[in-house]
């Protein structure tokens, strides 16, 4: 399904729509819906469940969406946090240099360097894409941090967080104090993030106020936990640097103990990939042959990442593999630029006296973008019929109850209504149009399931429940229907866990 369907889909049902519409919009901003903003919210709680459950040592934290500009100085983001900017000297039109090099049909180009964009727009030598006349010019870097001033005179420069990182190494001391001081110690955060970027495009991929869930793992570099042990059979479908090095472009199926064994990545961190890997292809429900593990070279990782592997995923509506997440082994760079920016000594003392100052994987994930994977992947159309088959726990309602006839059967069906309300479910209730475009309704927005109340349900206190994807279905008592709902609305946790909380 292109992008254009997709979002007429998503503004059909008021999954989300531009901020401020009615006034035209605002670029790389949106709001969600109804039914997105339960999309949304289980999807935070599937990650929650998945990541925050490797182990009892992970924690999540709700901290503030503002920081100090002194926080951001010593984290390098005052300095580094920047986009290469190009302008055209005729119109004065802005463009992101890397994105308008991909739109003149160049590869590989995020992440080179300003002198190798800049060699790179001098070799097309184009005319700027708005005007047809304008000269564009060398590239320069533009900081994507949005600045607010703190206090009633304004005095107190402060940033909104460019991302959630930040968050966990700020709380990292206060928080081995009250966690009972052992390592590895995980630190979640889900929440929004802001950057003002220079060309917001492909919707939900480059906003300008975005939603990350982020894992920052704690540990020890010396001694990995010993319970990050990889199962004998598993697999990663990896590109590797080391092979795109030697031309190859194709990911392969490889076994984790291999990558381990060549050195291509140390236990610890091939364990937490494996974790990261099975939660989108079987929390998500992404097909295993449209996902990849693409390992960033030194030049394309950030400075301070030791080992990056993109969790890439094969969406149609954008044309090829896209980012959804990231696994990052960033070394004790956070931590030594806190405790020298802070004047504070973050390192550790362990049980038996070492003292040292952590290492930090962080585990990414990317809120908005993968609601469009999960739209991408799952929104089917079959003859006239649309439906988005979410994994049911991520659905916006587990069902929709619809009185066949609603003047003979409504009672009932009201009836039943609050009793599934009265369990917990998340349900409605569509008296509206025939029965088969009220199915197309929830079909649409990816309600798994729909029960229907019809003459048999007076006299013997059946329903018919429908399966959203099937079509199947089946006459079901009311508890019958509760115990299906109920398995169905619950996401899975991982069965290998990590280390244990003492």
Same mark, same amino acid.
């Given at each position: 399904?292109?992008?254009?369907? %997709?979002?007429?889909?998503?503004?059909?049902?008021?999954?989300?729509?531009?901020?401020?519409?009615?006034?035209?919009?605002?670029?790389?901003?949106?709001?969600?819906?109804?039914?997105?903003?339960?999309?949304?919210?289980?999807?935070?709680?599937?990650?929650?469940?998945?990541?925050?459950?490797?182990?009892?040592?992970?924690?999540?934290?709700?901290?503030?969406?503002?920081?100090?500009?002194?926080?951001?100085?010593?984290?390098?983001?005052?300095?580094?946090?920047?986009?290469?900017?190009?302008?055209?000297?005729?119109?004065?039109?802005?463009?992101?240099?890397?994105?308008?090099?991909?739109?003149?049909?160049?590869?590989?180009?995020?992440?080179?360097?300003?002198?190798?964009?800049?060699?790179?727009?001098?070799?097309?030598?184009?005319?700027?894409?708005?005007?047809?006349?304008?000269?564009?010019?060398?590239?320069?870097?533009?900081?994507?941090?949005?600045?607010?001033?703190?206090?009633?005179?304004?005095?107190?420069?402060?940033?909104?967080?460019?991302?959630?990182?930040?968050?966990?190494?700020?709380?990292?001391?206060?928080?081995?104090?009250?966690?009972?001081?052992?390592?590895?110690?995980?630190?979640?955060?889900?929440?929004?993030?802001?950057?003002?970027?220079?060309?917001?495009?492909?919707?939900?991929?480059?906003?300008?106020?975005?939603?990350?869930?982020?894992?920052?793992?704690?540990?020890?570099?010396?001694?990995?936990?010993?319970?990050?042990?990889?199962?004998?059979?598993?697999?990663?479908?990896?590109?590797?640097?080391?092979?795109?090095?030697?031309?190859?472009?194709?990911?392969?199926?490889?076994?984790?103990?291999?990558?381990?064994?060549?050195?291509?990545?140390?236990?610890?961190?091939?364990?937490?990939?494996?974790?990261?890997?099975? +939660?989108?292809?079987?929390?998500?429900?992404?097909?295993?042959?449209?996902?990849?593990?693409?390992?960033?070279?030194?030049?394309?990782?950030? +400075?301070?990442? @030791?080992?990056?592997?993109?969790?890439?995923?094969?969406?149609?509506?954008?044309?090829?593999?896209?980012?959804?997440?990231?696994?990052?082994?960033?070394?004790?760079?956070?931590?030594?630029?806190?405790?020298?920016?802070?004047?504070?000594?973050?390192?550790?003392? &362990?049980?038996?006296?070492?003292?040292?100052?952590?290492?930090?994987?962080?585990?990414?994930?990317?809120?908005?973008?993968?609601?469009?994977?999960?739209?991408?992947?799952?929104?089917?159309?079959?003859?006239? @019929?649309?439906?988005?088959?979410?994994?049911?726990? &991520?659905?916006?309602?587990?069902?929709?109850?619809?009185?066949?006839?609603?003047?003979?059967?409504?009672?009932?069906?009201?009836?039943?209504?609050?009793?599934?309300?009265?369990?917990?479910?998340?349900?409605?209730?569509?008296?509206?149009?025939?029965?088969?475009?009220?199915?197309?309704?929830?079909?649409?927005?990816?309600?798994?399931?729909?029960?229907?109340?019809?003459?048999?349900? %007076?006299?013997?206190?059946?329903?018919?429940?429908?399966?959203?994807?099937?079509?199947?279905?089946?006459?079901?008592?009311?508890?019958?229907?509760?115990?299906?709902?109920?398995?169905?609305?619950?996401?899975?946790?991982?069965?290998?866990?990590?280390?244990?909380?003492?």
């Amino acid at each position: 399904m292109d992008s254009e369907t %997709l979002m007429a889909t998503f503004l059909r049902r008021g999954i989300l729509w531009p901020t401020a519409e009615i006034y035209g919009g605002i670029q790389g901003f949106y709001d969600y819906g109804d039914a997105g903003g339960a999309i949304k919210r289980n999807l935070e709680s599937a990650w929650d469940r998945w990541f925050v459950g490797l182990s009892p040592g992970y924690y999540r934290i709700e901290p503030a969406e503002v920081l100090p500009e002194a926080v951001l100085r010593a984290s390098g983001h005052l300095a580094n946090f920047a986009d290469p900017l190009v302008t055209c000297d005729s119109c004065n039109e802005r463009f992101r240099a890397d994105t308008l090099l991909e739109e003149w049909g160049e590869k590989d180009v995020e992440g080179l360097r300003v002198e190798d964009l800049q060699a790179r727009i001098s070799q097309i030598n184009k005319k700027c894409p708005k005007c047809g006349r304008g000269k564009i010019s060398p590239p320069k870097a533009f900081n994507l941090m949005f600045g607010v001033d703190v206090g009633t005179e304004g005095r107190e420069r402060a940033y909104l967080r460019p991302e959630t990182a930040q968050s966990s190494y700020l709380a990292f001391s206060r928080l081995w104090n009250v966690m009972r001081k052992k390592l590895p110690l995980g630190v979640a955060v889900v929440g929004k993030a802001y950057r003002n970027e220079i060309a917001p495009r492909q919707v939900l991929f480059r906003m300008r106020a975005f939603t990350q869930a982020e894992l920052q793992i704690f540990f020890d570099p010396e001694e990995p936990a010993a319970s990050w042990k990889l199962p004998v059979d598993a697999k990663l479908p990896v590109l590797t640097a080391r092979r795109r090095a030697r031309g190859d472009t194709e990911h392969l199926l490889t076994p984790a103990s291999e990558l381990v064994a060549s050195g291509e990545m140390p236990e610890f961190y091939a364990y937490h990939l494996y974790m990261s890997y099975l +939660f989108y292809r079987d929390i998500l429900g992404y097909p295993e042959r449209s996902l990849r593990l693409f390992e960033k070279n030194e030049k394309e990782r950030a +400075f301070y990442n @030791r080992i990056q592997y993109d969790i890439e995923l094969k969406l149609e509506s954008l044309g090829g593999f896209k980012e959804m997440g990231a696994v990052h082994y960033r070394g004790d760079y956070d931590l030594s630029r806190h405790s020298e920016g802070s004047k504070s000594d973050l390192g550790v003392t &362990l049980d038996g006296g070492k003292h040292l100052l952590p290492h930090v994987l962080e585990l990414t994930f990317g809120i908005d973008r993968n609601i469009w994977g999960l739209a991408d992947v799952h929104l089917h159309k079959d003859q006239d @019929r649309t439906f988005w088959s979410l994994p049911s726990y &991520l659905s916006p309602l587990v069902a929709g109850v619809l009185p066949l006839i609603p003047k003979e059967h409504g009672a009932l069906a009201n009836s039943l209504y609050q009793s599934l309300r009265s369990e917990g479910f998340r349900v409605t209730i569509d008296e509206a149009g025939s029965v088969g475009r009220r199915y197309a309704r929830l079909d649409e927005v990816g309600v798994p399931f729909a029960v229907t109340v019809d003459r048999d349900s %007076l006299t013997n206190g059946t329903f018919t429940l429908r399966a959203r994807d099937a079509k199947t279905q089946q006459r079901l008592s009311l508890p019958e229907i509760i115990l299906e709902l109920r398995r169905a609305s619950v996401s899975p946790v991982p069965s290998s866990v990590g280390p244990t909380a003492p």
